[in-house]
Every structure is written in structure tokens, then in C-alpha cells.
């Protein structure tokens, strides 16, 4: 596809957005460009275009708000991006919004500032979480052995969704360290695999002021049960360089039950 790089449909980091995926990738290969292959696969509130509609010194974000038309480059990177539109056509819509406020009431400068700055870590390298209480309150400890091996069965009864895009891509080439930003707002159970409904939840539930206050935890994906065969492994986890103890600042202060939204 992109230099050679191809994901792996089964991998279940890609299960959200493998059967747009798969449909893409058949057209690219059959050489139709990726813009026009986007646009194409169902209906979405964005079109896609070439990288070369955006005019010099037009922010992107801007450019999207004002036109309604996502340029798009040929590489990986951007196959993602629009996969994510395709799968969270509201909460894409919602990010840019907020990015085009934000933009209007501070210009574009070289720092961004906190709710630019989380608006695209998120759209970037974030995750979504439908999970049993106890697997929350492990998991912003960082207290990776009860997550992953004491509380392992209770994964049954949980769902991650990868959202970031740059999160999926690295995937394409898994290894141990790759870093999810989960949002600390949990999916309520309600809306149980529909993930149409996440989407509407998602494009409500965010917020600058939300945004501002970092609502994000790391989980490292591969660490998910079922996810990844060598975490079977009884020293898996153990890595302090990859599942990292919590600083003292976080463990006393992250709890998602206390951010005003419950399951």
C-alpha cells in the first residue's frame, strides 16, 4: 500500500475501522487515489481532497472548518485520519470545531495552549474505555499488575476503542511501548457495542474546559488481554520502561469516578 506498509484486518486494535479498511485498501491497490477512494465509501460531513487544495499559509483545522473539504495526503498517516472520520464522523467534526474557536479567539501562534494542545493529542493518540469500575480505578494508579493480571477476567466485560489516528498507524507495525491516551471519561455501559452511539456521546461529552484539564490516562495497548499472545506471559509485565509506576501527584489525584459523568 504506503511503502509497503499493510495493516493486519484481524488485529482487534483495528476492529472499529477494519471493514472501511479493507474496502479502501482494495481500491488503492486497484490505483485510485485516496481523497477520491474516501469521499466515495459512505456518507460523512467532510469531503476529502488532495493535499494541494490547502493555499499556502492556511491553517488546516481552518481550512476544514471553512470548507468542509480535508486535504489529504497519500501515505498512511492520512489513511487513518480518514478512517477515524469515516467511524467518528461527529466527534471528528466536534474536535475541529473547537480547534476553529480556538483558533479565532487566539490566532494561530507557536504554542498552542492547553485546549489546542489536547484537542490534538486526542485526535492524535486517543482511546476509549467501557469497563467495570475496578478495572478503572486500576488503570489510573497505573497499577498495571491488578489491570492486567488480577483484574484479567473482568476484561470480559470491558471494551477499548482505539480513536487517535497516529495510534492506529503505529500499530500497523505493533510493538511493546506504543502508549494509548485513554480519556478519563468512561463509556456509559448504556450504549453497550454501539459504537454510532459512542460517537454521539463523545461529540457531547467534550468540552474546552474538559480538554483543558488533561482528562487522559496511558494505557499501553499491546498490554490488553486477548490483544497481544506474549502478554500471556507471566514477566510480561514487568517492564518498568513500558508499564511504568504512577507519579505520587497522579496516583493521589486520578479517579475518572470523580470527573462529574459515571457509566
Not at 492547553?114 to 489510573?140: G, I, K, S, Y
Not at 454510532?196 to 456521546?201: E, G, I, Q, T
Request: proline share 10%.
Amino acid at each position: 500500500m504506503f511503502g509497503g506498509a499493510s495493516p493486519d484486518w484481524s488485529e482487534p486494535w483495528f476492529g472499529p475501522v477494519a471493514v472501511n479498511g479493507r474496502a479502501l485498501q482494495r481500491r488503492l491497490n486497484a490505483g485510485h487515489a485516496l481523497p477520491e477512494t474516501l469521499s466515495s465509501l459512505q456518507a460523512c460531513p467532510v469531503r476529502f481532497v488532495p493535499q494541494t487544495e490547502l493555499p499556502a499559509g492556511t491553517a488546516y483545522e481552518q481550512f476544514i472548518f471553512d470548507t468542509g473539504q480535508v486535504p489529504t495526503r497519500e501515505n498512511l498517516h492520512d489513511f487513518f485520519n480518514g478512517l477515524c472520520w469515516l467511524r467518528f464522523p461527529q466527534t471528528k467534526q466536534r474536535l475541529n470545531q473547537l480547534q476553529a474557536a480556538e483558533i479565532t479567539a487566539a490566532g494561530v501562534r507557536e504554542v498552542r495552549g492547553p485546549v489546542r494542545d489536547a484537542l490534538t493529542l486526542f485526535d492524535e493518540n486517543a482511546a476509549l474505555l467501557q469497563a467495570p469500575e475496578p478495572l478503572w480505578n486500576a488503570l489510573t494508579e497505573r497499577d498495571w499488575n491488578r489491570l492486567f493480571v488480577t483484574l484479567r477476567p473482568l476484561w470480559a466485560q470491558a471494551r477499548l476503542v482505539l480513536f487517535g489516528h497516529a495510534l492506529l498507524e503505529k500499530l500497523v507495525k505493533p510493538y511493546k511501548s506504543i502508549t494509548a491516551h485513554v480519556l478519563r471519561e468512561p463509556v456509559p455501559v448504556a450504549l453497550g457495542d454501539d459504537l454510532a452511539a459512542w460517537d454521539a456521546w463523545l461529540a457531547q461529552a467534550l468540552s474546552p474546559p474538559l480538554l483543558a484539564s488533561k482528562p487522559f490516562t496511558p494505557l499501553p495497548v499491546v498490554g490488553v488481554p486477548g490483544w497481544w499472545s506474549a502478554n500471556e506471559e507471566a514477566g510480561f509485565y514487568a517492564d518498568a520502561d513500558v508499564f511504568r509506576p504512577p507519579r505520587l501527584a497522579t496516583k493521589a489525584t486520578s479517579t475518572p469516578w470523580k470527573t462529574g459523568r459515571a457509566p
